[in-house]
C-alpha cells in the first residue's frame, strides 16, 4: 500500500498583531482552531488527532506548552504531536499532520502552529547569548544580511529590488484582514527611507514580530469527498535539511531548497514550476529572499529571480503572484508562519483568499524555512483530485 | 500497514553529568554506533528525526547543532519533535507508512545536568496558575503517590520493591546509572524526601542519548536477523491539570495499550518509563501486565532518566532483547508531562 | 566570561535564561484573577455540569467554549498532599509545607497550592483548609498566599 | 466569549488583563572539547581549525564534521588573515551591544579555512568596505587574553589587492 490522498478541508487563523492583549495563550490557539474547525464544518469531537508547532519555547516561557495546552486543543483521549523545527515549523507540522492521513491511520487531523511572541520578545528569544559562541554583533538580520549582499553580488540585482517586494507585500497586505500590518501609506520613498538596519536591508523590508495561530484540518479522501465546500488537495510535500555551517554549502541558494522545490514538484507532475504554478506562498522575512528563493525553488535561473520581481510578474496580478496574503513580511508570528504559507496556497485553489484572491488558481506552492537557511517544508496544493 | 521493524540500538552509558563533552560531541559516537550495527553507511538513511527540548541546557534550537553530528549533507529529509525520542521513532514509523523511504534513523538525546532540572521541568506546567508556584517534579509525583498508597491499592513496601527491584536489575545493565542490590527493609528506612517519597523512589538525574534504525520489510530483513517488528503504536494525552484526572490511573496509557494491541498476545518482557516507582504500578494496571515478571529488566527510569530519551530508551531496550533472541514480544511504553500525563505504548514481536 | 579553568579542563560558564514574562489573560483567567485579588475564587460550569476551578475557557474533555463563572470557596478539601520537608529556594514557603490538590466548597475539581500547615502531623486528606490571601493583591494566582488548616 | 458575566462580588471591578511571571533559571554551560580546544589556543593568539576526514577545515570547529558526522580532530594553525567574502553594515543598537553606530560585520574566510567566521570590521570606513577586501585580525594586549573570539577585536584592512569571491554553490546549479 502506498500513500491515502489527503486534502485540506479547513483553515482558520487569528489576527495577528503586535500583542494580542485580548486573549490568552489557549485563547489564541483556540481562535484560530475553531475558525478551522468552523471552515471545515465540524466540531471538536469530529478530530481524530492534533499535530502542533512552534518555534523555540523560550518565547513564552513554557516548556513543551503543547502539553499545557492538550485541552484547550480538544486533544484529550487523542494523540497529540509536537514538532519543532525552527522557523520551518509552521510547514513541516503540516507536512506530519498530512502524514498521518496519508498513512491511513487518521480520517480527520488538526494541525495547529502559534507564537505568543509579545509573551517575552523576539530579540531576546531569537539571540540568548551562548557562553563562548562567537558573538552576533547584529541579531537574526545580522545573519541573514551578508547572505543578501552576496545575492545582490552574484545577480547584479539592482538595489530597489527589495523595496519592490517590500511595497507589493505589505500592499497585499491590506487585502488581508488577519495581516498584521495594515500600512496604509506605504509607498516606493517610505521603504526607500527606511532607516537602513543591516545595510543592505533597511527596517521595511523586515519582517514584524506578532502574536497569532494558524490551523488547518486536514482530512481523508472519503471525508473531503464529503466536504460541504471545496477543499485543497495535497499533491506533494517535501522537507530537507541541511548543516547550519559547512563547507560546501550555499547560504545564499541552499542545496536543501533546491532538493525540496526539486521532489515536490516531481510529485505533484510539474516539470516547469514558472508555466504550471499559478501562485506561490514562501516565507520571506526580509524582502530579498523573495528573488533569492525564486531561483532556489526553480521559479527562475540562478541570477534571473529579480528579473521577475523588477517585470511585475511576482504582482496579485501578475503572471505569478507570490505572497498574496502580504506574506511574512506583513505578518510573522514565527512558528505559524510556515503554516500561513501552506494555509494560504490552500485557500487559494479553493478560491477562498478573499480580496488576495488569483483568479483562477488551480494549483499553488506553500514554502517555508528556517535556522540559517537551512531547513525547508513545501508542498503543492491543487483544486483538482491527484 | 507497512511492517517496520527496529534493526538497530545504541545508548550512551548514562551519567549524572556528562561535564566534557557538548551535545553533538555525547551525541556523535552513539550515531556512529547505531550505523554501524545496522551495516548502513549515513547516505543511505532514508530519514531521519530527533527528539529533545531547548529547556533542558538553556539553548535555543539546541537540536540545530546536534545535527552536526548526523552529517546530513547532501541534504537528507529530516525532521525534529520537541518531545521524548519514543515520539521521533512514532513520526518516523509514520513516514515509513508513505512506502517512499525504507529506512530511518531516530535520536534522542538530554543533558539534564547543566540546569536546575526541578526548576526547568515546572516550565512545564500551567504558566498562569502553576508555575509561578515553582512546584518540583518529586513533589507532584509525591501527590499521586499518596493518592495511589490512600487508595489501598499498594503500600510504601511496594513501591520498595518496585525500587529495589530496579536497581538490582540494572546491575546487569552496562548503560545503567544507579544500581544496587538493597534489600526492601533498607528502602523503607530511608526518611522520606516528599512524603510520601523517599529519594529511592525517584529517579536520578542522567545525561544521555539512544539511537534505533528503523527499516521496512525485506530491508528489515536484510539488515537484521532478527528483526524487532512494531505490531502496534499508539500515543494519547490527557489534560495537564492534576485535578482534571484520576492520578490513580492512567486513562492514555489504558488507550494506547489497547489500541496498541498489548493483550493480543503474550508479553515475554515490558519496559514501562515510570521515572517514580508508584508509577511502575499505576502502569501495570493500565496495561494489564499487573502481575508480570519481566518489567523492566533494564532497571527502568529508577536506574538512568535522560529527560527527552528515557522513552526511547524503553523502545531500544526491548528491541534488542527481540534482535538478541531473548525475547519474542514485548511492550515499550514512554511518558511525558507531569504525573504520567501523556503515554505511548509500542508492541514489538520478533519473527518466530 | 568563562571560569579561569586549568589546562586540560573544559570550559564552563554560566548561563542564565531570565524574563518577565508578561502573559496577556484573556476574559477568564482575567476573572479569576481579578477575583483573587478580590478575595474571591471563581470556578466556570463544564459541559457536564461540573464546576472547574481554576476556570478555563473551554470545556477540559469536549474542548467545547464555556460561559457561566461561578463563585466558589472560600473553604477547601484537601483531595491528596504532599510534605515538602525541605523546600526548595522558589517554592511558595521558606519552611516545611504541604503541596495539595484542594478543591474548594462548591467546586468539583481541585487545584494544586501550597498548605502551611506547620507540620507533617496536622495534615490528612480530606481536611478543611481556608485560603491565606497576600497582604498586598494585584491579581496573580500568588494573591493566594496559600491554605491554612481551618480554625 | 463576549456572554460571560461575572458574579456580582466582581462587577464593577477593574479587571485583571495580563500578569507578569518572571522566571530565571541559572545553567552550567560546558562548552564541549573542541570549544575549548579552540579557545585555549586563543588564549595564546593561536588560531586552531580543525581538519575533518574528508579534508574540510573548520575554525572553530564545533566538534563534527557537518558534512559527514564524524568528529574532526586534526588540529591546523591558521593565520589570523583571510578574505572578507560578505558583510553587512549595522546602523542601530542592538540588545546588549555597546557599539559605535555604524559598524560592520563582516564574514572573514581565514587563510587555509574553508568555512567563515562573523566578526567586526574596523579601520576601515563602513563606504569603503567590500567583498574581496583582504583582512587581518588585531588582537587585545596579552594581558587581556582571554578563551573567547573577542580575543581578536576587530579585522582590519591588510592593504593587499582584493581576491574574488566565489562562494560554495555559486554558479551550480543543485
Redesign the interface.
Given at each position: 500500500m502506498g500513500k491515502e490522498r489527503v486534502a485540506v478541508v479547513g483553515v482558520g487563523q487569528t489576527k495577528h498583531q503586535a500583542t494580542r492583549g485580548d486573549v490568552s495563550l489557549a485563547g489564541l490557539v483556540r481562535e484560530a482552531a475553531v475558525r478551522a474547525l468552523e471552515d471545515a464544518e465540524m466540531t471538536w469531537a469530529d478530530v481524530d488527532a492534533v499535530v502542533v508547532g512552534k518555534a523555540p519555547d523560550f518565547f513564552e516561557g513554557v516548556m513543551m506548552p503543547e502539553l499545557y495546552l492538550a485541552d484547550a486543543l480538544g486533544a484529550v483521549g487523542k494523540p497529540l504531536f509536537r514538532v519543532h523545527t525552527a522557523g520551518s515549523v509552521g510547514g513541516s507540522t503540516a507536512i506530519v499532520a498530512a502524514q498521518l492521513v496519508q498513512a491511513g491511520i487518521h480520517e480527520r487531523v488538526l494541525t495547529v502552529a502559534f507564537e505568543k511572541q509579545s509573551d517575552s520578545e523576539a530579540m531576546w528569544a531569537l539571540s540568548l547569548p551562548i557562553p563562548f559562541q562567537p558573538p552576533m554583533h547584529a541579531g537574526a538580520g545580522g545573519y541573514f544580511a551578508p547572505h543578501v549582499r552576496s545575492y545582490m553580488a552574484r545577480s547584479k540585482a539592482p538595489d530597489h529590488i527589495g523595496i519592490l517586494v517590500a511595497l507589493k507585500d505589505r500592499t497585499n497586505a491590506l487585502k488581508n484582514p488577519y495581516a498584521h500590518l495594515h500600512e496604509h501609506d506605504i509607498s516606493f520613498d517610505s521603504i526607500k527611507d527606511s532607516i537602513m538596519l543591516w545595510d543592505p536591508i533597511r527596517y521595511a523590508e523586515t519582517c514584524p514580530s506578532s502574536d497569532g495561530a494558524c490551523a488547518m484540518v486536514l482530512a481523508s479522501e472519503a471525508v473531503a469527498d464529503a466536504a460541504p465546500g471545496p477543499v485543497a488537495w495535497i499533491h506533494g510535500t517535501a522537507m530537507r535539511s541541511e548543516p547550519t555551517m559547512s563547507a560546501d554549502r550555499d547560504p545564499v541558494l541552499p542545496r536543501g531548497g533546491a532538493d525540496c522545490a526539486r521532489d515536490v514538484f516531481a510529485q505533484a507532475g510539474i516539470t516547469n514550476p514558472r508555466r504550471q504554478v499559478d501562485c506561490v506562498e514562501m516565507y520571506v522575512p526580509f524582502s530579498w529572499f523573495e528573488p533569492m528563493w525564486l531561483e532556489n525553488l526553480g521559479f527562475a535561473a540562478p541570477g534571473e529571480g529579480w528579473r521577475l520581481v523588477e517585470d511585475g510578474v511576482t504582482q496579485l496580478d501578475g503572471d505569478l503572484p507570490v505572497n498574496m496574503s502580504g506574506g511574512v513580511l506583513s505578518s510573522n508570528p514565527i512558528g505559524a508562519s510556515g503554516m500561513l504559507r501552506f494555509a494560504e496556497a490552500a485557500l487559494q485553489v479553493r478560491g477562498r483568499a478573499g480580496e488576495h484572491q488569483v483568479d483562477g488558481a488551480r494549483t499553488a506552492v506553500g514554502h517555508a524555512y528556517g535556522g540559517g537557511s537551512q531547513f525547508f517544508a513545501m508542498w503543492v496544493v491543487g483544486s483538482d483530485k491527484p | 500497514?507497512?511492517d517496520v521493524a527496529v534493526v538497530a540500538t545504541a545508548q550512551m552509558p548514562n551519567v549524572r553529568s556528562?561535564?566534557?563533552?557538548?551535545e553533538?560531541?555525547m551525541l556523535?559516537p552513539v550515531?556512529?554506533e547505531v550505523r554501524e550495527r545496522a551495516g548502513l553507511d549515513?547516505t543511505e538513511i532514508g530519514f531521519?528525526c530527533s527528539g529533545s527540548?531547548?529547556?533542558l541546557?538553556?539553548?535555543?534550537?539546541s537540536?540545530?547543532?546536534t545535527?552536526?553530528?548526523?552529517?546530513?549533507?547532501?541534504?537528507?529529509?529530516?525532521?525534529?519533535?520537541?518531545?521524548d525520542g519514543a515520539?521521533a521513532l512514532?513520526?518516523a514509523w509514520?513516514?515509513l507508512?508513505?512506502?517512499?523511504v525504507d529506512t530511518a534513523l531516530v535520536y534522542s538525546y538530554g543533558k539534564s545536568s547543566?540546569?536546575?532540572l526541578?526548576?526547568?521541568?515546572s516550565?512545564?506546567?500551567?504558566?498562569?496558575?502553576?508555575?509561578?508556584?515553582?512546584?518540583?517534579a518529586i513533589?507532584?509525583a509525591?501527590?499521586?503517590?499518596?493518592?495511589l498508597l490512600?487508595s489501598g491499592r499498594a503500600t510504601e513496601a511496594d513501591l520498595a520493591e518496585v525500587a529495589c527491584r530496579s536497581r538490582r536489575a540494572a546491575l546487569d545493565n552496562p548503560n545503567a546509572q544507579l544500581r544496587w542490590d538493597r534489600s526492601v527493609e533498607e528502602h523503607l528506612a530511608e526518611?522520606?524526601?516528599?512524603?510520601?517519597?523517599r529519594r529511592s523512589d525517584c529517579p536520578p538525574i542522567t545525561d544521555g542519548a539512544c539511537a534505533v534504525i528503523l527499516a521496512a520489510g525485506d530491508r528489515a530483513r536484510s539488515l537484521a536477523a532478527r528483526p524487532a517488528w512494531i505490531r502496534g503504536i499508539?500515543?494519547?494525552?490527557?489534560?495537564?491539570?492534576?485535578?482534571?484526572r484520576d492520578?490513580t490511573t492512567s486513562?492514555?496509557t489504558h488507550?494506547a495499550g489497547q489500541r496498541a494491541g498489548v493483550g493480543d498476545g503474550p508479553v515475554d518482557v515490558a519496559e514501562l518509563h515510570a521515572p517514580f516507582t508508584h508509577q511502575e504500578l499505576i502502569l501495570r494496571a493500565a496495561l494489564g501486565l499487573d502481575d508480570h515478571g519481566n518489567v523492566n529488566p533494564s532497571g527502568g527510569a529508577l536506574a538512568a532518566n535522560p529527560v527527552m530519551v528515557a522513552g526511547l530508551t524503553r523502545i531500544a531496550e526491548v528491541a534488542q532483547r527481540i534482535l538478541d533472541g531473548e525475547a519474542g514480544r514485548g511492550v515499550a511504553h514512554a511518558t511525558?508531562?507531569p504525573c504520567l500525563?501523556?503515554n505511548l505504548v509500542c508492541v514489538l514481536e520478533g519473527d518466530r | 566570561m568563562a571560569d579561569a579553568a586549568p589546562p586540560g579542563e573544559v570550559l564552563t560558564a554560566p548561563l542564565v535564561i531570565e524574563y518577565p514574562f508578561s502573559r496577556t489573560t484573556g476574559p477568564v483567567i482575567g476573572a479569576f484573577l481579578t477575583g483573587l485579588r478580590e478575595r474571591v475564587l471563581l470556578g466556570i460550569r463544564g459541559s457536564d455540569g461540573r464546576v472547574l476551578v481554576p476556570p478555563t475557557e473551554h470545556d477540559p474533555v469536549t474542548g467545547e467554549d464555556l460561559h457561566e463563572l461561578v463563585e466558589v470557596g472560600p473553604g477547601g478539601v484537601v483531595e491528596t498532599w504532599a510534605w515538602v520537608r525541605h523546600p526548595m529556594p522558589k517554592h511558595p514557603l521558606d519552611r516545611p509545607f504541604a503541596w495539595a490538590l484542594v478543591r474548594p466548597d462548591g467546586a468539583d475539581v481541585s487545584f494544586l497550592q501550597a498548605v502551611d500547615a506547620g507540620s507533617v502531623d496536622a495534615m490528612s486528606t480530606g481536611m478543611r483548609v481556608q485560603p491565606r490571601w497576600a497582604d498586598e493583591r494585584e491579581g496573580s494566582i500568588l494573591d493566594l498566599a496559600c491554605w491554612e488548616p481551618k480554625r | 466569549m463576549a456572554d460571560l458575566a461575572l458574579p456580582p462580588s466582581l462587577q464593577g471591578v477593574e479587571p485583571v488583563r495580563s500578569v507578569r511571571t518572571p522566571a530565571r533559571l541559572e545553567y552550567q554551560y560546558t562548552a564541549g572539547e573542541a570549544t575549548t580546544r579552540f579557545l585555549r589556543g586563543i588564549e595564546q593568539r593561536r588560531i586552531l581549525g580543525e581538519r575533518a576526514p574528508g579534508g574540510k577545515v573548520y575554525v572553530p570547529s564545533r566538534g563534527a564534521d557537518p558534512q559527514l558526522g564524524v568528529p574532526t580532530s586534526e588540529q591546523v594553525e591558521l593565520p589570523a588573515v583571510g578574505t572578507l567574502t560578505s558583510f553587512c553594515v549595522v546602523n542601530v543598537a542592538f540588545y546588549g551591544q555597546g557599539m559605535e553606530i555604524p559598524y560592520t560585520s563582516g564574514l572573514i574566510l581565514l587563510d587555509g579555512a574553508d568555512l567563515p567566521i562573523m566578526h567586526l570590521i574596523q579601520e576601515c570606513p563602513v563606504e569603503d568596505v567590500r567583498i574581496g577586501m583582504r583582512v587581518e585580525g588585531v588582537w587585545v594586549d596579552d594581558d587581556d587574553l582571554a578563551p573567547t573570539l573577542e580575543s581578536i577585536r576587530y579585522f582590519r584592512p591588510t592593504g593587499e589587492p582584493d581576491v574574488e569571491v566565489v562562494q560554495p554553490g555559486e554558479g551550480v546549479t543543485w
Amino acid at each position: 500500500m502506498g500513500k491515502e490522498r489527503v486534502a485540506v478541508v479547513g483553515v482558520g487563523q487569528t489576527k495577528h498583531q503586535a500583542t494580542r492583549g485580548d486573549v490568552s495563550l489557549a485563547g489564541l490557539v483556540r481562535e484560530a482552531a475553531v475558525r478551522a474547525l468552523e471552515d471545515a464544518e465540524m466540531t471538536w469531537a469530529d478530530v481524530d488527532a492534533v499535530v502542533v508547532g512552534k518555534a523555540p519555547d523560550f518565547f513564552e516561557g513554557v516548556m513543551m506548552p503543547e502539553l499545557y495546552l492538550a485541552d484547550a486543543l480538544g486533544a484529550v483521549g487523542k494523540p497529540l504531536f509536537r514538532v519543532h523545527t525552527a522557523g520551518s515549523v509552521g510547514g513541516s507540522t503540516a507536512i506530519v499532520a498530512a502524514q498521518l492521513v496519508q498513512a491511513g491511520i487518521h480520517e480527520r487531523v488538526l494541525t495547529v502552529a502559534f507564537e505568543k511572541q509579545s509573551d517575552s520578545e523576539a530579540m531576546w528569544a531569537l539571540s540568548l547569548p551562548i557562553p563562548f559562541q562567537p558573538p552576533m554583533h547584529a541579531g537574526a538580520g545580522g545573519y541573514f544580511a551578508p547572505h543578501v549582499r552576496s545575492y545582490m553580488a552574484r545577480s547584479k540585482a539592482p538595489d530597489h529590488i527589495g523595496i519592490l517586494v517590500a511595497l507589493k507585500d505589505r500592499t497585499n497586505a491590506l487585502k488581508n484582514p488577519y495581516a498584521h500590518l495594515h500600512e496604509h501609506d506605504i509607498s516606493f520613498d517610505s521603504i526607500k527611507d527606511s532607516i537602513m538596519l543591516w545595510d543592505p536591508i533597511r527596517y521595511a523590508e523586515t519582517c514584524p514580530s506578532s502574536d497569532g495561530a494558524c490551523a488547518m484540518v486536514l482530512a481523508s479522501e472519503a471525508v473531503a469527498d464529503a466536504a460541504p465546500g471545496p477543499v485543497a488537495w495535497i499533491h506533494g510535500t517535501a522537507m530537507r535539511s541541511e548543516p547550519t555551517m559547512s563547507a560546501d554549502r550555499d547560504p545564499v541558494l541552499p542545496r536543501g531548497g533546491a532538493d525540496c522545490a526539486r521532489d515536490v514538484f516531481a510529485q505533484a507532475g510539474i516539470t516547469n514550476p514558472r508555466r504550471q504554478v499559478d501562485c506561490v506562498e514562501m516565507y520571506v522575512p526580509f524582502s530579498w529572499f523573495e528573488p533569492m528563493w525564486l531561483e532556489n525553488l526553480g521559479f527562475a535561473a540562478p541570477g534571473e529571480g529579480w528579473r521577475l520581481v523588477e517585470d511585475g510578474v511576482t504582482q496579485l496580478d501578475g503572471d505569478l503572484p507570490v505572497n498574496m496574503s502580504g506574506g511574512v513580511l506583513s505578518s510573522n508570528p514565527i512558528g505559524a508562519s510556515g503554516m500561513l504559507r501552506f494555509a494560504e496556497a490552500a485557500l487559494q485553489v479553493r478560491g477562498r483568499a478573499g480580496e488576495h484572491q488569483v483568479d483562477g488558481a488551480r494549483t499553488a506552492v506553500g514554502h517555508a524555512y528556517g535556522g540559517g537557511s537551512q531547513f525547508f517544508a513545501m508542498w503543492v496544493v491543487g483544486s483538482d483530485k491527484p | 500497514m507497512i511492517d517496520v521493524a527496529v534493526v538497530a540500538t545504541a545508548q550512551m552509558p548514562n551519567v549524572r553529568s556528562e561535564t566534557r563533552r557538548n551535545e553533538v560531541e555525547m551525541l556523535m559516537p552513539v550515531l556512529q554506533e547505531v550505523r554501524e550495527r545496522a551495516g548502513l553507511d549515513r547516505t543511505e538513511i532514508g530519514f531521519t528525526c530527533s527528539g529533545s527540548t531547548d529547556y533542558l541546557s538553556g539553548q535555543a534550537f539546541s537540536f540545530v547543532s546536534t545535527l552536526d553530528g548526523v552529517g546530513p549533507w547532501p541534504p537528507i529529509q529530516e525532521s525534529h519533535v520537541e518531545m521524548d525520542g519514543a515520539w521521533a521513532l512514532y513520526e518516523a514509523w509514520v513516514k515509513l507508512q508513505l512506502g517512499e523511504v525504507d529506512t530511518a534513523l531516530v535520536y534522542s538525546y538530554g543533558k539534564s545536568s547543566p540546569g536546575p532540572l526541578h526548576e526547568v521541568l515546572s516550565r512545564q506546567l500551567d504558566p498562569y496558575h502553576v508555575a509561578p508556584l515553582w512546584p518540583d517534579a518529586i513533589s507532584l509525583a509525591a501527590l499521586q503517590a499518596r493518592a495511589l498508597l490512600e487508595s489501598g491499592r499498594a503500600t510504601e513496601a511496594d513501591l520498595a520493591e518496585v525500587a529495589c527491584r530496579s536497581r538490582r536489575a540494572a546491575l546487569d545493565n552496562p548503560n545503567a546509572q544507579l544500581r544496587w542490590d538493597r534489600s526492601v527493609e533498607e528502602h523503607l528506612a530511608e526518611e522520606p524526601i516528599v512524603d510520601p517519597l523517599r529519594r529511592s523512589d525517584c529517579p536520578p538525574i542522567t545525561d544521555g542519548a539512544c539511537a534505533v534504525i528503523l527499516a521496512a520489510g525485506d530491508r528489515a530483513r536484510s539488515l537484521a536477523a532478527r528483526p524487532a517488528w512494531i505490531r502496534g503504536i499508539d500515543h494519547r494525552v490527557e489534560p495537564m491539570a492534576l485535578g482534571l484526572r484520576d492520578l490513580t490511573t492512567s486513562a492514555s496509557t489504558h488507550q494506547a495499550g489497547q489500541r496498541a494491541g498489548v493483550g493480543d498476545g503474550p508479553v515475554d518482557v515490558a519496559e514501562l518509563h515510570a521515572p517514580f516507582t508508584h508509577q511502575e504500578l499505576i502502569l501495570r494496571a493500565a496495561l494489564g501486565l499487573d502481575d508480570h515478571g519481566n518489567v523492566n529488566p533494564s532497571g527502568g527510569a529508577l536506574a538512568a532518566n535522560p529527560v527527552m530519551v528515557a522513552g526511547l530508551t524503553r523502545i531500544a531496550e526491548v528491541a534488542q532483547r527481540i534482535l538478541d533472541g531473548e525475547a519474542g514480544r514485548g511492550v515499550a511504553h514512554a511518558t511525558s508531562g507531569p504525573c504520567l500525563q501523556q503515554n505511548l505504548v509500542c508492541v514489538l514481536e520478533g519473527d518466530r | 566570561m568563562a571560569d579561569a579553568a586549568p589546562p586540560g579542563e573544559v570550559l564552563t560558564a554560566p548561563l542564565v535564561i531570565e524574563y518577565p514574562f508578561s502573559r496577556t489573560t484573556g476574559p477568564v483567567i482575567g476573572a479569576f484573577l481579578t477575583g483573587l485579588r478580590e478575595r474571591v475564587l471563581l470556578g466556570i460550569r463544564g459541559s457536564d455540569g461540573r464546576v472547574l476551578v481554576p476556570p478555563t475557557e473551554h470545556d477540559p474533555v469536549t474542548g467545547e467554549d464555556l460561559h457561566e463563572l461561578v463563585e466558589v470557596g472560600p473553604g477547601g478539601v484537601v483531595e491528596t498532599w504532599a510534605w515538602v520537608r525541605h523546600p526548595m529556594p522558589k517554592h511558595p514557603l521558606d519552611r516545611p509545607f504541604a503541596w495539595a490538590l484542594v478543591r474548594p466548597d462548591g467546586a468539583d475539581v481541585s487545584f494544586l497550592q501550597a498548605v502551611d500547615a506547620g507540620s507533617v502531623d496536622a495534615m490528612s486528606t480530606g481536611m478543611r483548609v481556608q485560603p491565606r490571601w497576600a497582604d498586598e493583591r494585584e491579581g496573580s494566582i500568588l494573591d493566594l498566599a496559600c491554605w491554612e488548616p481551618k480554625r | 466569549m463576549a456572554d460571560l458575566a461575572l458574579p456580582p462580588s466582581l462587577q464593577g471591578v477593574e479587571p485583571v488583563r495580563s500578569v507578569r511571571t518572571p522566571a530565571r533559571l541559572e545553567y552550567q554551560y560546558t562548552a564541549g572539547e573542541a570549544t575549548t580546544r579552540f579557545l585555549r589556543g586563543i588564549e595564546q593568539r593561536r588560531i586552531l581549525g580543525e581538519r575533518a576526514p574528508g579534508g574540510k577545515v573548520y575554525v572553530p570547529s564545533r566538534g563534527a564534521d557537518p558534512q559527514l558526522g564524524v568528529p574532526t580532530s586534526e588540529q591546523v594553525e591558521l593565520p589570523a588573515v583571510g578574505t572578507l567574502t560578505s558583510f553587512c553594515v549595522v546602523n542601530v543598537a542592538f540588545y546588549g551591544q555597546g557599539m559605535e553606530i555604524p559598524y560592520t560585520s563582516g564574514l572573514i574566510l581565514l587563510d587555509g579555512a574553508d568555512l567563515p567566521i562573523m566578526h567586526l570590521i574596523q579601520e576601515c570606513p563602513v563606504e569603503d568596505v567590500r567583498i574581496g577586501m583582504r583582512v587581518e585580525g588585531v588582537w587585545v594586549d596579552d594581558d587581556d587574553l582571554a578563551p573567547t573570539l573577542e580575543s581578536i577585536r576587530y579585522f582590519r584592512p591588510t592593504g593587499e589587492p582584493d581576491v574574488e569571491v566565489v562562494q560554495p554553490g555559486e554558479g551550480v546549479t543543485w
